[in-house]
């Protein structure tokens, strides 16, 4: 699992959607090109467009998950990689936040439930769907994810949202102990093998776990977290 690259599915969603959300006051894009009429689109526009390219060329129609790359690269799985499916999750809250309520909003939050994986206990998200066998689980992983189950459920108030949440904080808290001060490992499956380089104590799994702990402290106020 070291497709952590900068060509994810995420990226070119977020270029456009970090602008939707500015309080820049120049809210409009006009299309460069002198020879064409002029176009003027507002961001909040062009950040729907880039979503619907991402449902148009990277969601595999026959099993709900999305492409890791477009166009698919040779070596390319069948599908993306959980990290990937992350960046659209966060770019959808925001979709969400800024007032669209399409129903395909939904897809990639149906794509994650392929990833989730209760077979291990406790129950938490594979690097990969878990349809094609029973991958890594990574900490780094889960924690953004459930910083995004955390957004959704501010915007959404569903409370089976809110209990997957604290079912990741279970999965959070086999990760951490006081080797070499603290924090969290990496990857659940290296945690207990010192000799391989993949046990180890990452600071974006213990910063990410931190965050959403605490944010899930403020709503339930429920102090193991």
């Known amino acids: 699992y070291t497709m952590k690259n900068t060509h994810k599915l995420s990226i070119l969603f977020f270029s456009f959607l970090l602008f939707s959300c500015t309080e820049n006051t120049d809210t ?14 507002t961001y909040r526009e062009k950040a729907k467009q880039v979503f619907d390219l991402v449902q148009q060329n990277y969601k595999i129609n026959n099993t709900g998950l999305y492409l890791e790359n477009f166009p698919k690269q040779a ?61 890594d689980r990574f900490y780094d992983d889960n924690a953004i994810i459930a910083l995004d189950l955390l957004e959704d459920y501010h915007l959404t108030n569903n409370p089976a949202t809110l209990e997957r949440v604290k079912k990741i904080a279970e999965f959070s808290l086999t990760g951490e102990n006081n080797v070499a001060g ?44």
């Open 75 to 135: 070596g390319d799985r069948e599908a993306s990689y959980l990290w990937s499916l992350d960046g659209l999750l966060s770019g959808v809250n925001q979709l969400k936040a800024i007032g669209y309520k399409d129903q395909k909003l939904n897809d990639a939050f149906l794509a994650a439930e392929k990833y989730y994986d209760t077979q291990r206990t406790p129950a938490a998200y594979a690097a990969y769907p878990v349809q094609y066998g029973l991958e």
């Open 182 to 225: 603290g924090g969290m490992y990496w990857v659940e499956q290296y945690r207990n093998k010192p000799e391989s380089d993949m046990c180890n104590k990452a600071v974006c799994a213990s910063a990410f776990t931190t965050t959403y702990l605490l944010k899930l402290y403020q709503i339930t106020k429920n102090e193991d977290y």
């Open 28 to 41: 409009a894009m006009t299309h460069p090109d002198p020879t064409e009429p002029g176009v003027t689109i």
